[in-house]
């Protein structure tokens, strides 16, 4: 059974910081393809930052430049360093984990993260 994990979330000021982390069970972890996703309210989930298993990045336009996504196998844990946070980052967070070669994707149940003054 894997199990995915987050935690950090919170509330915090425009201009402010927050690490999320996402700690996974169950499975071999450098096989994973490891993704944070996010859901406002009344939107739709959407991809914030992937690292696959081989370490290849890929971000959204709005984070690029503000969140930085990294993975440590021998902790089999995900981070997400969000800086910079806006307003519209409020969100609830989710981790993703998507195996190889048999391809399942499994979730977190969220984190709410909350920018607000």
């Known amino acids: 059974q894997v199990r995915l994990v987050e935690s950090g979330g919170g509330l915090v000021q425009p201009g402010g910081s927050l690490r999320l982390t996402c700690v996974v069970s169950g499975s071999i972890f450098s096989r994973l393809d490891m993704g944070w996703y996010r859901q406002g309210p009344g939107d739709q989930r959407e991809l914030v930052a992937r690292i696959s298993r081989t370490g290849g990045l890929t971000y959204s336009d709005s984070a690029k430049g503000r969140f930085t996504i990294a993975r440590d196998n021998a902790k089999t844990t995900v981070y997400l360093q969000m800086d910079s946070l806006k307003p519209e980052d409020t969100a609830v967070y989710y981790c993703?984990?998507?195996?190889?070669?048999?391809?399942?994707?499994?979730w977190g149940q969220g984190t709410q993260v909350t920018v607000s003054s």
């Open positions: 993703r984990a998507d195996s190889w070669p048999i391809e399942i994707t499994y």
